[in-house]
């Protein structure tokens, strides 16, 4: 399901499905894209469950909650997505 615009603007997700596991739990996917200096931003105030990342090769999935716990724990605002992969405990990669 596509969030309207006004989930867009206010809740800052873009689409809702079901990641295909155990549970087929549906989440609420921020797919931004990156913006011209690769740098993505966010906000404490989202509803989406998880955040997509797009390279070349991959759809990169984090958890926004636990984003947010990390940012909680630091005063860094710019964070690599490498490093975030090594330290977020969920992720996952899907090749395209």
Do not use: C
């Not at 990641?19 to 931004?32: A, T």
Request: glycine fraction near 4%; charge should be positive; avoid cysteine.
């Amino acid at each position: 399901m596509y969030a309207t615009p006004y989930q867009q603007q206010t809740q800052l997700w873009d689409i809702q499905g079901i990641i295909k596991n155990k549970s087929n739990q549906s989440f609420k996917f921020d797919l931004r894209p990156l913006n011209k200096n690769f740098s993505k931003g966010g906000s404490f105030k989202t509803k989406a469950d998880k955040m997509v990342f797009e390279d070349s090769k991959n759809f990169i999935l984090i958890d926004v909650k636990e984003l947010h716990d990390k940012l909680r724990r630091t005063t860094d605002r710019v964070i690599q997505l490498n490093d975030l992969l090594n330290e977020l405990e969920w992720n996952i990669i899907i090749k395209k």
